[in-house]
C-alpha cells in the first residue's frame, strides 16, 4: 500500500482519512461546545452566589422595594418588607403577580439556576427555564431578572414519543419573565 491511497488500515479495511477528520471536527466541536456551557453555567451561578453573600452580609431587615413587571406583565409593585414578610403595600397594578422579597428572588433564580424547573408544557414539551441576571453592587440584591425558555438545553430531555405518559404537548405558552428593581431603600431600624 502507498502513501498515495491516503487511507489507514484496521483490520484489513481501509479507514479512508476524510472520515477520520470529519470524526475528529465533530469531537473537537463536541468538547468546545460543553466546555463552552459547563463555563457560563458555572459562572452564573458563582454569580448568584456572591451576590447571596453580599446580601446576607450586608444584612438590611427593613426595606422599600419596587418592582417593574415588562413581561407577560406591565405592572408595578411598591412594598415594604420587614424580616423578609411584606409588612405594607404602597403600590400594587399587579392583579396576578404575588407580592416577593428580596430572599423570594433569589430562591427563584436558585430554582432555575439548578435547572429543575421547567416550562408550563413540562421539560420534554419546553424543556428547562433559564434566566439572565444582574445583581446590585453594593446590597446583592436582583437589580434584573430575565426567565425564559432554554432551548438550548431542550435535547437533554429527549425521551421516546411512546415514553411521554400519553400526555400530548400543548399550545400553552411561555412568553417569560423580565423583573426589574427600580427602587430598595434601606429602612434604619
Known sequence: MTIDQRSLQTEGKP?????????????????????????????????LTQAKKTWETQAVSHYRLQINYSAPFNCQQEVEIKNEKVIAVGKNTCASVPLVTVSELFQEISSIADGNKCGPNGCICDGQLGFKATYDNHFGYPNQLEISLDRQHQWLNFRPLNDHSGKYCTLIGFVGKRISVSGFTPIPS
Request: glycine share 4%; aromatic share 18%; net charge positive.
Open 15 to 47: 479507514v479512508p482519512l476524510r472520515m477520520i477528520t470529519i470524526l475528529s471536527v465533530f469531537s473537537i466541536a463536541g468538547v468546545a461546545i460543553f466546555s463552552h456551557q459547563l463555563f457560563w453555567k458555572h459562572y452564573f451561578q458563582n454569580r
